[in-house]
């Protein structure tokens, strides 16, 4: 069975710093590597899917990187701002499901 | 609508009821996905619909946890006798047909299981 990893669990940073989320998994047959974001007591948004194919992904100040080989991705947020802070979360698709970490809690601080 | 939408947003209930929890999907996603999410966890697969067929019900605890989709569209999760440990948070997600496509969450529905 597939097992997901965020590291670190809590992350707490001043604004305006650049920052690296972490994400590890067990198997690497994946179709795709999805990062979200949750507020509290909110759904998921999506913020960035990487294929199984590709190395990058970027979309604004965000940036993802997937090394399937070693079943790792990274999330790197740039010039981190307070609306920042929430919970990450990345997902492996392997096909018929979806396999999530249990995230990690970011808090910028003005 | 343009999202996935979820009812009710929450949902309080006594131990021993019978519950049902609906996802309304955005319009032409054919793949859909119900997942329950603990306080402090990411969200546990549950069971996922190509169409109006369950594709893989694994994720279902047990056999009081149902769910359906009768015409493709709205699907709805069912629980029976509920319990106290059944108290999460339901997410419902759908995606378009290519196995590739990202998905889109609703606001989930938040159970409590007095």
């Known amino acids: 069975k597939q097992e997901v990893t965020q590291i670190p669990a809590a992350l707490s940073v001043p604004e305006g710093e650049n920052l690296v989320l972490n994400c590890s998994f067990t198997?690497?047959?994946?179709?795709?590597l999805q990062w979200f974001r949750q507020d509290p007591g909110k759904g998921l948004t999506s913020l960035l899917l990487i294929q199984s194919s590709q190395r990058e992904q970027t979309s604004g100040r965000l940036n993802a990187s997937l090394d399937k080989s070693s079943g790792r991705s990274t999330l790197y947020i740039a010039a981190s701002q307070p609306g920042d802070s929430a919970t990450y979360l990345c997902a492996v698709n392997t096909g018929n499901q979806f396999y999530f970490g249990t995230g990690t809690s970011l808090t910028v601080i003005p | 609508g343009a999202g996935v939408s979820q009812t009710p947003s929450n949902k309080v209930t006594e131990k021993g009821k019978y519950v049902e929890l609906r996802c309304d999907p955005i319009?032409?996603?054919?793949?859909l996905y119900w997942y329950r999410q603990s306080l402090g966890q990411g969200p546990e697969f549950l069971i996922y619909?190509?169409?109006?067929?369950?594709?893989?019900d694994s994720g279902l605890p047990n056999d009081r946890f149902f769910a359906v989709r009768p015409e493709g569209s709205v699907s709805t999760l069912k629980i029976q006798r509920t319990e106290r440990g059944d108290s999460a948070v339901y997410l419902c997600a759908t995606k378009a047909e290519i196995s590739y496509n990202e998905q889109f969450f609703g606001p989930g529905t938040r159970l409590t299981v007095l």
């Open positions: 619909f190509q169409g109006t067929g369950a594709a893989d």
């Open positions: 198997d690497s047959a994946i179709y795709n």
């Open positions: 319009s032409g996603h054919t793949a």
